[in-house]
């Protein structure tokens, strides 16, 4: 089940956030009847020739920057035309401005934007570090989000979403997998989000992280069961298996020739649909089919190479023995002694 959640974050979020966290300390100067005016666009708004008059350009939702050429521009304008380049500003639906480098801002810049609602804020962070520093904190604060009823488990590198009915067992593969030395990010419930378009990154709710619940046993926490190198905090979302119940006469996948693909937040990911059954290891079926993709990655597919051996067999053409490492160590030694 997934819930999506709408972006927007509100300029107060914003100030409340921790500076030691994000590297960007925020004052309010002005405007704080706007607190509650949200930003929805990660990109910020440089003012450039919007205060000298062409001030169309300026896009709703993004905070408006003013560096030390915005200040000094302002600055070199006499007071009716400075009032007049922030009225024109301050015409459009913008969030707030952020005034970067501690610069000082005009008394008119703090009047008008009283007037008008909109917050001031000042960081002492240069120009081109708070631009970076905002993005990124507006990047990760924007980003589309859903709660996925699953595990997470980081498996030799590689972010594997464990899915599947309730009592299907999910729990209980998670805890194999982390005694086979792999390490858990969530268990039950997965947050979501979707950062530079196609990449998901997973994380566990703060309430119930590092802890597991196994029907029979109860909470356990597996951070101070198994130390701090069984847990990790987030991870990029790789690749879905979905844990099925094995139902007798079904028709399974067999040779994995076919790929398929389970959508999340709009993004499609690699899915193994993998049968549950007595006497099926599912853990380590899990972690093979976590190595098995990780060698697609690098462009190895197994069951096509198969196929094409097979074609060739067919077709009447000469298939070459694979060689074993051994085999072709043999080959390049030299002869025996005469």
Sequence with gaps: MHMPQSPGVAVGTLLQGRPDASGLPLDLLA???????????????????????????????????????EIRFLESLSTEARVRALDAALRHDFPC?????????????????????????????????AIAKLSALLEDALAERTVSHAGLLDI???????MGESGIGKSECALDLIVRGHRLVADDT?????????????????????????????????RELFGISATRSTKRIELVVQLERWEPG?????????????E????????????????????????????????????????????????????????????????ADEEQEPGGLA
């Excluded at 910020?44 to 050429?69: H, N």
Aim: hydrophobic share 45%; glycine share 12%.
């Design 31 to 69: 405007g704080a009847g706007g607190l509650s005016r949200r930003v929805t666009s990660p990109h910020v708004q440089k003012t450039g020739l919007a205060l000298a008059g062409f001030d169309e350009y300026l896009q709703p939702g993004r905070v408006l920057i003013f560096g030390e050429s």
């Design 250 to 262: 079904r028709e399974y996948e067999r040779l994995g020739l076919d790929d398929a693909h389970y």
């Design 264 to 327: 999340l937040l709009g993004v499609k990911l690699p899915l193994i649909r993998m049968p549950v059954a007595p006497g099926r290891n599912t853990a380590i079926l899990v972690e093979v089919a976590a190595r098995n993709q990780l060698l697609k990655a690098r462009g190895h597919h197994a069951a096509r190479l198969l196929a094409e051996r097979v074609n060739q067999v067919l077709s009447g053409g000469v298939v070459q023995p694979a060689l074993e490492p051994d085999d």
């Design 97 to 129: 401005i952020l005034i970067t480098g501690g610069f000082t801002p005009p008394p008119e810049l703090i009047a008008e934007a009283e007037r008008a609602g909109v917050p001031v804020l000042q960081t002492s962070v240069v120009t081109p570090i």
């Design 156 to 162: 030799l590198g590689l972010g594997v979403l464990l």
């Design 190 to 222: 997965v947050e979501v989000k979707r950062l530079a378009g196609t990449m998901l990154v997973g994380s566990c709710p703060e309430l119930t992280r590092y802890h597991m619940e196994l029907r029979g046993l109860g909470i356990i926490d597996i």
